[in-house]
């Protein structure tokens, strides 16, 4: 049963969950996602990676120093198959608040979407007005996404090689239209360390392939090049996201984060992150190819702490 006391769990799933509970306080806490007095409207679907959000956000409410509401939300787009009564059956054992919206979006990205053709944008544009407008009725200005580390890290590179652009999955971001703030907690949690957890805990998964259409063809060869990179030399996709927290605009080359026209010699310390090092020995192991990783034991829940009076 998911969301079980600590003791009804087998001792190696028990560290895997303080593991997954140790980087989701930690993301939380460092990108300010939860404060005191928030509304988060978890988006649910029935995978394990937003199963595992939820679980893990109940479990770390019990002992954090703020209090914050918690209200899951599916979307049942009426694809064809889908197990309608999965989900409430699930939440309601839980005892958790939630709202099921159904709306038969399937049937019109059907229509607009030639056959063949990925349904995943179109999809995506729909369901993401009908999250806004639930989180509205719900009070909620937070709204919390499943996207793990590897997500961020597979659309940095797919921006990269597929669209020139320097562009991830931020852990946090205003939406589109500036009303509420879009959190990622499993922004620190390995897509392995999820499966094994889901399967562990044995969530009610519901199959993600109803609409019939696969996976974008460009993010699944992102994919299996991180899974054969991270084979080849462990560590790699740690350290892509690790990057990602550690950039420095002087040593890329867009000229609205860095002026390097306004560039002068002689003034090197003023440059963020030091001056030139093209000519210098670089710092990392190029053989062992050994990455810095969050410690497992990262504190918890020390996000959002109220000021002492």
Known sequence: MPNQSPEALSQNLQKLRRFIENRVGKAIGDYKMIEDGDT????????????????????????APIDFRIIAMNLDQ??????AEVLPNYLEKLGVEYRIVTQDTYSIVKEKVPEGKTTCSLC?????GIIYKTASELGANKIALGHHRDDIVHTLFLNMLFGGKLKAMPPKLVTDNGDYMVIRPLAYVPEAD?????????????PCNLCGTQENLQRQKIREMMADWDARYPGRTESVMTAIQNVVPSHLGDRSLFDFEGLQAGYADAIPGGGDIAFDTESYDTESCETPVLGDEAQVITFGAKPNP
């Open 124 to 128: 995506s544009r729909l369901r993401r």
């Open 40 to 63: 988060v409207m978890v988006c649910l679907s029935g995978g394990k990676d937003s199963y595992t959000l939820l679980d893990v956000l109940l479990a770390l409410r019990k002992r």
């Open 78 to 83: 009426k694809q064809p198959g889908f197990p």
């Open 194 to 206: 999820i499966i094994r957890y889901a399967r562990g805990v044995n969530f009610p998964i519901i």
